[in-house]
């Protein structure tokens, strides 16, 4: 099993970024993606997820209406489009996996099985 974020960057506040988080080792439509950011000396904290099946989205308040998540599972990649970005979303992204996306699965990161490395974002002018 592996996933592997790339997309991230340095971006002026405003600006936008597309992460990719590229799957293999296992079917990807038969689990939930999650992405969550941790910045320096903060705890991890979960952004967004999508469901198996109806590919099912929940957001974190923080990023609700500018950030959007989707999944291509021909291509087994899950994408994080994040739109009018904030200096406060400077932080290290990754994506895990899990049978479910809900609200509480977010809340609980330790629940996600396996993660990527993670990618850095950078909101600065």
């Known amino acids: 099993v592996q996933l592997v974020e790339s997309g991230g960057g340095l971006v002026q506040p405003g600006g936008s970024l597309r992460l990719s988080c590229s799957t293999s080792?296992?079917?990807?439509?038969?689990?939930?993606i999650g992405w969550f950011r941790q910045a320096p000396g903060k705890e991890p904290e979960g952004v967004s997820c999508?469901?198996?099946?109806?590919?099912?989205?929940h957001y974190a308040d923080s990023v609700k209406g500018r950030f959007t998540i989707s999944r291509d599972n021909t291509n087994n990649t899950v994408y994080l489009q994040m739109n009018s970005l904030k200096p406060e979303d400077t932080a290290v992204y990754h994506c895990?996996?899990?049978?479910?996306?809900?609200?509480?699965?977010?809340?609980?990161?330790?629940?996600?099985?396996?993660w990527g490395q993670g990618t850095q974002v950078t909101v600065s002018s």
């Open positions: 895990a996996r899990e049978g479910v996306c809900s609200a509480w699965y977010l809340a609980h990161p330790g629940l996600y099985d396996d």
């Open positions: 080792g296992f079917t990807l439509e038969n689990y939930a």
């Open positions: 999508i469901g198996r099946g109806d590919g099912w989205q």
